[in-house]
């Protein structure tokens, strides 16, 4: 038997030791796309100082391509596409910039990503292909082709629930791709129930992450503030209600384990650490997919409301300040009548 084909888009900190643990294992033939560093990679390879697999130097799995559209003319098909970019779907929607690469009926999608209900537009748009999701704990950065590896590589994978397929089948390909993933230096396990294990993420991200990003403080200075009491603790309440609406139970306790998970750190979430950095935040993903679902299961979430739309402006400026749009060098004239 042929070994299956897989390609990974995303080589950043995350996605590179992704792939150097699938080439790790062996079973598979191994492509990534890669950007912004391609010129280098393409003739150094990556320079990995890693604490699951140690210093490697100029490593290169089986091909490197630069863009999509190139591995897709290069292969017919691909068993597995995995996905490892940050997740912006107002700035480039994943289920498209994957579109030449995943072959109906056969590819199936690993979404490594953050996130919340995000195998809804890949089962819409491909709905005969298996879905599996991917959430990892890892540490590590890209310095252009220099990962440095800090956090072990730990992940939880389970599938999307896509209605048209089986879950035996679906349950099969999850594992399968465990099989090609998982080795004696990481630590990815099968996790049955990703919906449940995406709402408990969210009590975090939803509340915490975007409390700090709005207000520039870390989580322990938004405790002392007053902001974790008066904002966080009743977005988390929200966050509770809509996934008991949506027939998932969090533990008893979860928003005070949540609360007490960054004790002893002056701790800044990935949102707010985006928002010094100036780079857009992953905000319809992380609270944009949960009010779609609040609303269409009539759960009203007036705390999460009101900070997602006070973060579509703070994504506003951010996206302008990195030259996703220009405004007109005059304001243009409404005359809306406002009342
Ligand atoms: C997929 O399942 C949904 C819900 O059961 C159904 O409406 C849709 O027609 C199915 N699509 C395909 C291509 O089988
Ligand atoms: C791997 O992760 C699972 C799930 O979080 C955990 O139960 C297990 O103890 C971990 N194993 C190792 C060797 O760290
Ligand atoms: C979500 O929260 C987890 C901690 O539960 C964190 O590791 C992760 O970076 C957060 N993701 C985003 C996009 O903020």
């Known amino acids: 038997m042929s070994k299956p084909n897989i390609l990974l888009i995303g080589t950043g900190g995350v996605g590179t030791i992704v792939a150097y643990g699938i080439h790790y294992v062996g079973k598979s033939n191994l492509s990534v796309v890669v ?85 809804r537009p890949f089962i819409a748009k491909y709905p005969k292909n298996v879905c599996i999701s991917g959430v990892s704990h890892i540490g590590s950065h890209n310095h252009g082709g220099a990962i440095k590896q800090t956090q072990k590589d730990k992940s939880l994978i389970s599938y999307f629930v896509n209605p048209n397929l089986s879950t035996e089948y679906q349950e099969a390909k999850t594992k399968e791709f465990i099989s090609l993933y998982s080795n004696e230096n990481n630590n990815c396990t099968y996790f049955a129930d990703a919906k449940w294990y995406r709402y408990r993420k969210l ?42 609406a949506d027939g998932v139970e969090l533990p008893e306790d979860v928003i005070n384990s949540v609360v007490h998970s960054d004790d002893g750190d002056w701790f800044s979430p990935s949102m707010l650490v985006d928002v010094r950095k100036g780079n857009p935040i992953e905000l319809e993903v992380i609270l944009g997919n949960l009010l779609v679902v609040a609303k269409e299961l009539g759960v009203v979430t007036p705390t999460l409301t009101i900070l997602y739309e006070l973060l579509k402006v703070v994504q506003y400026r951010l996206k302008e300040g990195k030259g996703y749009f220009t405004v007109p060098e005059k304001r243009p004239i409404s005359d809306k009548f406002y009342k």
């Open 203 to 244: 009590v975090y991200n939803a509340t915490l992450n975007t409390v700090a990003a709005l207000t520039g403080v870390d989580t322990g200075r938004l405790d002392l503030s007053g902001g974790l009491a008066a904002l966080s603790i009743p977005a988390m309440r929200e966050v509770i209600s809509v996934a008991k």
């Open 35 to 119: 950007r912004r560093d391609y010129q280098k990679v393409s003739k150094d390879g990556w320079q990995i100082d890693s604490c699951d697999y140690g210093q490697i130097k100029g490593w290169k799995p089986d091909n490197i391509y630069p863009t999509v559209e190139a591995a897709a003319e290069a292969q017919p098909v691909f068993d597995y596409v995995i996905i490892t970019t940050k997740n912006l779907p107002d700035v480039t929607k994943v289920e498209e910039l994957a579109a030449p690469v995943i072959t109906p009926e056969k590819t199936t999608v690993i979404l490594m990503q953050n996130g919340f209900d995000i195998g």
